[in-house]
């Protein structure tokens, strides 16, 4: 617990030259509203339902009790939500924007890539403590080559992507993960951390590539006045990813070590070409974009 400590000086810091240099654009202003604590409450418990009934199918079957009542009760809740946020004068998520096609599709293409990325967060420490025997100093060093990989193309690929457009290049961010899900689908530790590490960085590359492009497209199509919102939504999609893919990858890796009896390559790749199969999805996500949105368009 004490690693966390580390997070304390670092959000102060942040604290402190927040009011001084983050400076909010001159845009509309909305009148104020009072928060939708009935679509807040319906939200938080349809997910929680959804992901325990994932996790508990997977340790006992998608018919358990468990599993089937969770799973059940979580779809009614959402259904119960939708409706609630069309009837809120103060909704939650402004349900309106996802009738634009675009936005919708960067929404989704933004939950499978921070799916990918939360999966490659739980599940490569175990291959390489599990397979590869590095200790857990060695393990932190090597997981690194990920955010570096991911730091570095972010810095590249936001400003490509005011000057050509971002129609190819989330798509190719989004290529990139389904590749490295791919290679992690088929490594073998007989080849050492080599192709771990290509992974790793395909990996970083591939959502660093993605983010920026994808966010600025669904922007493009979101009026001035509704940017607030619009961020608010992009940021339950990206929590959405991270949620699912730990679901995923935690409830699917130990649902393949019960039925390999213990076989940990074996349940590691299979678990793999799951993640490499949602992930795809978010290829034909990324690709589309409304037409006439700026975000969509290179220069000219």
């Known amino acids: 617990p004490s690693i966390f400590l580390i997070n304390l000086p670092v959000c102060a810091v942040i604290l402190g030259l927040l009011p001084r240099y983050m400076v909010e654009p001159g845009i509309e202003r909305q009148p104020s509203a009072s928060f939708d604590v009935v679509g807040a409450a319906l939200f938080a418990a349809a997910l929680a339902l959804a992901f325990y009934g994932v996790i508990a199918a997977a340790e006992g079957g998608w018919g358990a009790p468990g599993a089937a009542g969770s799973l059940a009760t979580g779809a009614a809740l959402a259904l119960a939500f939708v409706w609630t946020e069309t009837r809120a004068p103060h909704p939650m998520v402004d349900l309106q924007l996802f009738r634009n096609v675009g936005f919708s599709a960067?929404?989704?293409?933004?939950?499978?890539?921070?799916?990918?990325?939360?999966?490659?967060?739980?599940?490569?420490?175990?291959?390489?403590?599990?397979?590869?025997?590095?200790?857990?100093?060695?393990?932190?060093?090597?997981?690194?080559?990920?955010?570096?990989?991911?730091?570095?193309?972010?810095?590249?690929?936001?400003?490509?992507?005011?000057?050509?457009?971002?129609?190819?290049?989330?798509?190719?961010?989004?290529?990139?993960?389904?590749?490295?899900?791919?290679?992690?689908?088929?490594?073998?530790?007989?080849?050492?951390?080599?192709?771990?590490?290509?992974?790793m960085v395909l990996a970083g590359v591939g959502l660093g590539a993605f983010i920026a492009p994808n966010d600025s497209a669904i922007l493009s199509v979101v009026p001035s006045g509704r940017l607030g919102v619009a961020n608010g939504v992009m940021g339950v999609s990206r929590s959405l990813g991270m949620l699912s893919g730990q679901t995923l990858a935690g409830g699917l890796l130990s649902a393949r070590l019960a039925a390999n009896r213990g076989a940990f390559l074996a349940s590691f790749h299979e678990t793999y070409a799951a993640v490499a199969t949602v992930t795809a999805l978010g290829i034909a996500f990324a690709a589309v974009r409304s037409r006439g949105s700026a975000g969509a368009r290179g220069p000219g």
């Open 106 to 199: 960067g929404n989704l293409a933004k939950v499978c890539a921070y799916l990918s990325f939360a999966a490659n967060n739980f599940l490569l420490p175990f291959y390489l403590y599990r397979a590869l025997d590095l200790t857990p100093a060695e393990t932190g060093v090597r997981l690194s080559l990920l955010p570096i990989g991911m730091f570095i193309a972010s810095l590249y690929f936001g400003p490509l992507s005011d000057k050509i457009g971002t129609c190819r290049l989330a798509p190719t961010g989004m290529a990139l993960l389904v590749m490295a899900s791919v290679l992690l689908a088929v490594v073998d530790p007989t080849q050492g951390f080599l192709m771990v590490a290509a992974a």
